[in-house]
């Protein structure tokens, strides 16, 4: 009876994007396809015959998804930073700009503030 050592391309690969995407957390949009590019290669390398590193297929699928779930999470936490702060010209005052005589500019005040006003 001869036995298959032969490793499975699959898994190790499905493991090497799905770290691939995981460090690639700066730029949601290749994270997000690195993980479900790792995700679907991971379930590509459990359902093949070769049973061989099923462990690092299913570590693929582990990373992969949770890759995917941050990049998601970045994005919509982006998308709305930025529709939180209004879209004026450089010259036009609203009257939201001026807070406590203090002007409003920064982008990152106004979407935590935003984001806050939603979840309450």
């Known amino acids: 009876m001869e036995t298959n050592n032969k490793p499975n391309g699959l898994a190790i690969a499905s493991l090497v994007v799905s770290c691939l995407a995981m460090l690639s ?3 949601w949009q290749i994270q997000i396809f690195l993980g479900m590019f790792g995700l679907v290669l991971g379930i590509l ?3 093949s015959g070769n049973k061989n590193y099923a462990d ?11 890759a995917a779930a941050l990049g998601i999470a970045i994005a919509v936490m982006s998308l709305l930073m930025i529709t939180a ?5 450089p010259g036009n005052v609203s009257p939201d700009t001026f807070e406590n005589g203090k002007e409003a500019t920064d982008s990152v005040m106004m979407a935590l503030r935003g984001i806050w006003c939603r979840l309450q």
């Open 25 to 27: 957390c700066c730029i």
């Open 45 to 47: 390398a459990l359902r």
């Open 56 to 66: 690092l297929g299913i570590a693929g699928i582990v990373v992969g998804g949770m």
């Open 85 to 89: 702060g209004e879209p004026t010209a």
